[in-house]
């Protein structure tokens, strides 16, 4: 099998990246010719507002490249995992162009969402959940926060979702979880075509045992993680374990103010993956305080493949990957005083943590690895190339018989 793979890089790097890498690199290794296109958002500068604009809503380059690349490399199947902004949805019409299927792998909200993620004013919002023209969020300055930017956004959702790209164009959508699914289908995409494929870990990085006795966040420091939540709690309680900050962003001025003010909280900014590593192993905890609805954060697989507890927002995604008790422990979305509850409950029973651990690590085994992962994959490809190779056989036959 020859299989395009598409996706528009961040300018920070992110889990979507990850997984478009480490998707590439499993079909690789099961012998799989995988051709790459891709585009890196630092190519946003090059271009003025109006090339940007148009762009995002159809890229001319991208359609006719990518024509080309499908019929030199023979290609089965292209798999999409991220056309914005630069990339554009002309992808799907040049694989229809070419006669193959298309699937998209939803690693957010954009299709639905122009801020892709379902998050306003530091609480989920879903006025737009549904509207063909996604006004609310035009209003509210929900992209970059900036109203042109928005506007651009929602214009490329509002083109497509009228010419049907997203109905018509692509053969099969992956959502992450069923919880991502349900909001897929509510914001109008085909019901049929949405099937569920978790994230994966390729190779696991080993097991922690929790050495270091923090408590370690690791992310993107957004509103929409739930870092102030996380701040709080440690300004509520000074016998709380000690508590490890890994990651950067817009609310680093805060993180930096919290961390003069109590020595509890140590924050090392961005690592390394394999020095990430190293921290959530020596961890107690991995927690997760998000104020939005989560798709599927890399942190969550990492964490369960190393055997490291999870304590996770319950809310959206997080409240089914995350089994109460038995995988990790919830904590209601922006309640510092309920995070300082689990957080104390954990640290009351070594034991119960300790069958945390050996459930975290079985769940990985038992649904993120990279084998359980292909074979889900293939369950998704595989008809749509056979439905494929028969419609071009019938197009065939008809015109032989004329």
């Known amino acids: 099998m020859n299989i395009l793979l598409i996706h528009n890089f961040y300018q920070q790097p992110g889990g979507e990246d990850q997984v478009f890498r480490a998707e590439a690199a499993l079909l690789e290794a099961h012998g799989h010719k995988v051709i790459r296109f891709q585009e890196h958002n630092e190519g946003v500068k090059q271009r003025s507002t109006v090339e940007l604009v148009t762009d995002t809503i159809w890229n001319r380059w991208t359609f006719r490249q990518l024509r080309t690349l499908i019929r030199e490399g023979q290609v089965d199947l292209m798999h999409v995992h991220n056309t914005f902004p630069l990339i554009s949805p002309a992808c799907y019409y040049a694989a229809g162009a070419e006669a193959i299927p298309v699937v998209q792998t939803l690693h957010n909200y954009r299709v639905i969402c122009p801020s892709a993620t379902l998050f306003r004013d530091g609480a989920v919002c879903e006025d737009c959940l549904g509207k063909r023209l996604p006004w609310p969020a035009v ?35 992956i959502a992450l979880t069923e919880f991502a699914r349900s909001k897929f289908i509510e914001g109008g995409l085909p019901e049929e075509k949405i099937f569920v494929k978790p994230n994966f870990l390729q190779e696991g990085p080993g097991c922690g045992y929790g050495a270091g006795g923090f408590v370690l966040f690791v992310g993107r420091l957004t509103e929409e993680k739930g870092i102030r939540t996380l701040l709080k709690a440690w300004s509520l309680s000074a016998d709380l374990p000690p508590l490890e900050i890994i990651g950067d962003g817009p609310l680093a001025g805060d993180v930096a103010a919290a961390v003069s003010d109590n020595a509890n909280i140590r924050w090392r900014g961005w690592l390394e993956r394999d020095r990430v590593f190293e921290r959530m192993k020596a961890a107690a905890a991995i927690v997760l305080p998000s104020l939005w609805y989560e798709a599927f954060p890399m942190t969550v697989v990492e964490s369960f493949a190393m055997g490291v507890p999870v304590i996770a927002s319950k809310l959206g995604s997080l409240a089914s990957l995350i089994d109460h008790e038995r995988t990790g422990l919830h904590l209601e979305a922006g309640d510092a005083d309920d995070l300082v509850r689990q957080i104390r409950w954990m640290g009351e029973r070594p034991d119960e943590i300790l069958a945390i651990r050996l459930a975290a690590r079985k769940e990985y085994l038992l649904k993120y690895t990279g084998e359980r992962n292909y074979l889900e994959l293939r369950a998704i490809y595989d008809p749509l190339l056979k ?15 004329q």
Do not use: D, I
Request: proline share 2%.
């Open 387 to 401: 439905s494929t190779k028969g419609s071009v056989l019938e197009v065939a036959a008809e015109t032989a018989a």
């Open 139 to 173: 209003v509210h300055s929900c992209y970059r926060g900036s109203r042109p930017a928005t506007a651009a956004v929602a214009a490329m959702l509002t083109v497509h979702g009228t010419l049907g790209t997203w109905q018509r164009k692509v053969s099969a959508f």
